[in-house]
């Protein structure tokens, strides 16, 4: 499995970002699709999923009312659409493809969001 993730970039407090992530090769009947982030010296953390069976969607606490995930199950592609976005957002954001009934993850390259004061 490939996930390839875009979207990343600088924006100002208050701003707004979209990031996307596509995923290609082995196919799976059940998974789910999500993002973590990880901010420079701390650990890796979740912020949003999406299960495509039931279109169930899951968000840290910290993002939640800010940030809206959603998907095309079809494209196997998933989005975080980010608004009102704070400083203590800026981090690498992982794309990962969860396979719950096998206990598989596999991870996207990052990309960056930089939010300025």
């Known amino acids: 499995v490939q996930l390839q993730a875009s979207g990343g970039g600088l924006v100002q407090a208050g701003g707004s970002l979209r990031l996307s992530c596509a995923a290609s090769?082995?196919?799976?009947?059940?998974?789910?699709m999500g993002w973590f982030r990880q901010a420079p010296g701390k650990e890796r953390e979740f912020v949003a999923a999406?299960?495509?069976?039931?279109?169930?969607?899951y968000y840290a606490d910290s993002v939640k009312g800010r940030f809206t995930i959603s998907g095309d199950n079809a494209k196997n592609t998933v989005y975080l659409q980010m608004n009102s976005l704070k400083p203590e957002d800026t981090a690498v954001y992982y794309c990962?493809?969860?396979?719950?009934?096998?206990?598989?993850?596999?991870w996207g390259q990052g990309t960056l969001v930089t939010v300025s004061s």
């Open positions: 990962n493809l969860h396979v719950r009934m096998l206990g598989l993850d596999y």
């Open positions: 999406i299960f495509w069976s039931g279109s169930t969607t």
């Open positions: 090769g082995r196919t799976f009947s059940s998974y789910g």
